[in-house]
């Protein structure tokens, strides 16, 4: 059975920081690009940063750019997503996503919500 299970999420004040995990399960982890999303209230959901599989070459999204950043363990099938400098913007729900595209494979967690509020 397919899992991916995050953790790390709150309430945090501006300024502060925040680590994610999403431990997966089920499936072979290292041969999956794994990815970062999040969804605000009333937006669609959006891509904030990914690691691939092979070379661990990550790309982010402009607005977080120099403050999150994302990494994996291979030896214990996690991924994580460290934000720092939170801002009120990054509210959201956040969401592990694990791709294997040449195989049309996605997996999505059940998202974990991040408040960043004073």
């Known amino acids: 059975q397919v899992q991916l299970v995050e953790s790390g999420g709150g309430l945090v004040q501006p300024g502060g920081s925040l680590r994610l995990s999403c431990a997966a399960s089920?499936?072979?982890?290292?041969?999956?690009?794994m990815s970062w999303y999040r969804q605000a209230p009333g937006k669609e959901r959006a891509l904030v940063a990914r690691?691939?599989?092979?070379?661990?070459?990550?790309n982010y999204a402009e607005s977080v750019k120099g403050r999150f950043t994302i990494s994996r363990d291979n030896a214990k099938n996690t991924a994580y997503l460290q934000m720092n400098s939170l801002k009120s913007e990054d509210t959201a729900v956040y969401y592990c996503n694990a791709q294997r595209a040449s195989r049309g494979i996605t997996y999505w967690g059940q998202g974990t919500q991040v408040t960043v509020s004073s």
């Open positions: 089920g499936f072979t982890f290292s041969t999956f690009t």
């Open positions: 690691i691939t599989s092979i070379g661990g070459i990550t």
